[in-house]
């Protein structure tokens, strides 16, 4: 999506499309026990709304679907650089099941789901033995030419003591297929930190830092197929009836459904704890303004809340 939107104009499509849910909500209405809307200033000049109800749907919702990915790849990269400087590895795979543009989306989670359980309840010992330290799993729904295409990302980490990982990737990938059927393989490939063509594509040049964008973070890559902002910025130019049939379909199918799996040993050694947490965390040197609640609908009304934000980024 060369000319992508900004969050803020997906995120009003999927107001104007689910009007009833909770991202509706989000980012408009004034959280609980807030008297007005802060506004402040990120580490990287951006400057941001604090003070507003945060729904933390991360499927539905464009605004918290960005957020919540950042902030879950920067545990990730966290926990991974950890575990590499302690001397152990990571694998990053890509499991997929065979699907036909017939199938409704429900049914190919469903099989992706039924493989996965069938394929980690041994493949990941049987192979690593005492050497598989956990993972990290992140489901992700594209649509394309075949219809719906949900995939696993998968991080694996090592502990130390295997010096040759590629017969491992083999391996792993030919236990899948013998699960998910002959045709079908998953990438499994080596996590190096100089960056190499496994993460080449991935947002940063670092191998550990793009592994972790990778499984977290959907604004990171591009995926084969329409991703749900996507599917937003379609239906928004062409009004066509079956984008917003797909949409639907992909807001109901998704309802409840856990982007992130840790390994309860990972998050035991790690932190993971869920960032949606603490979205209420302000210091006082990031405040730029304060707004009070008449001030804030104002602005709304206006439609100028995104052009205060780009004004407040300018100020130094």
Known sequence: ???????????????????????????????????????RRLPDGRAVYSGLYRCGD??????????????????????????????????????????????????????????WRRYAKSALRDVLGRHYVGS???????????????????????????????????ALSERWSQVAGAEWRADVRQVARDGVAAVARYLTTDGIAGASYEVASPAAKVPAGRSYPELLYDYARYHSSSDAALIYEYAAALHGVHHLT???????????????????????????????????????????DRNLLDDFARLR
């Not at 295409?149 to 090592?158: E, N, S, T």
């Not at 603490?278 to 609640?293: C, K, T, V």
């Open 1 to 39: 999506m060369s000319d992508a939107p900004c969050v803020s104009y997906l995120h009003r499509l999927a107001r104007a499309l689910m009007p009833r849910e909770r991202l509706a909500a989000c980012g408009v209405v004034l959280r609980y026990g807030a008297s007005g809307v802060v506004v």
């Open 58 to 115: 991360f499927w539905r919702c464009p605004s918290c679907r960005v957020t919540l990915g950042i902030r879950r790849a920067r545990q990730i990269e966290t926990a991974l650089r950890a575990h590499v400087d302690a001397g152990g590895s990571a694998l990053l795979a890509t499991y997929t099941v065979p699907h036909d543009r017939g199938e409704s989306l429900p049914v190919v989670l469903a099989l992706l789901a039924g493989t």
């Open 136 to 170: 990290v799993r992140a489901l992700e729904v594209v649509h394309g030419i075949n219809g719906w295409h949900p995939h696993y990302h998968v991080l694996v980490f090592v502990s130390p003591g295997l010096p040759y990982l590629t017969p491992v990737c083999v």
């Open 262 to 304: 840790i390994s309860s040993r990972l998050r035991k050694r790690y932190d993971f704890t869920d960032p949606a947490l603490n979205w209420s965390e302000i210091a006082d040197d990031d405040i730029l303004a304060l707004l009070n609640s008449d001030e804030w609908l104002s602005i709304l009304d206006a439609g100028e």
